[in-house]
């Protein structure tokens, strides 16, 4: 499957943003989808998780209650709903794939979108 991750940009303190992923060439509510993120220096940091349907999600406790999830299965799109956002929340944003579900590690994702970044300035 292919994705195609959008959506990101530059926002201050505060603000909003809501990133999409656009899959493609294979059927997307087969897969559990997630996002994860990678600022400067560190490494890939789980971020939220959805299961096929879109019934169940996780969220990691930096995001939790300030990012939703969300997926459409009719649209083959994953979104991230981001809100309140932090300095700290600056970091590239990747989607990704995999057949298990609820998973937040990353090594478990089978496909990846290219990422997008988010920068949140103070």
């Known amino acids: 499957v292919q994705l195609q991750a959008y959506g990101g940009g530059l926002v201050q303190v505060g603000g909003s943003l809501r990133l999409s992923c656009a899959a493609s060439g294979r059927t997307f509510s087969n897969y559990g989808m997630g996002w994860f993120r990678q600022a400067p220096g560190k490494g890939r940091e789980f971020v939220a998780t959805i299961n096929r349907s879109g019934g169940i999600t996780i969220h990691a406790a930096p995001v939790k209650g300030r990012f939703t999830i969300s997926r459409d299965n009719a649209k083959n799109t994953v979104y991230l709903q981001m809100n309140s956002l932090k300095p700290e929340d600056t970091a590239v944003y990747y989607c990704?794939?995999?057949?298990?579900?609820?998973?937040?590690?990353?090594?478990?994702?089978?496909?990846w979108g290219q990422g997008t970044q988010v920068t949140v300035s103070s």
């Open positions: 990704a794939a995999g057949v298990s579900e609820l998973d937040r590690n990353p090594a478990e994702y089978d496909y």
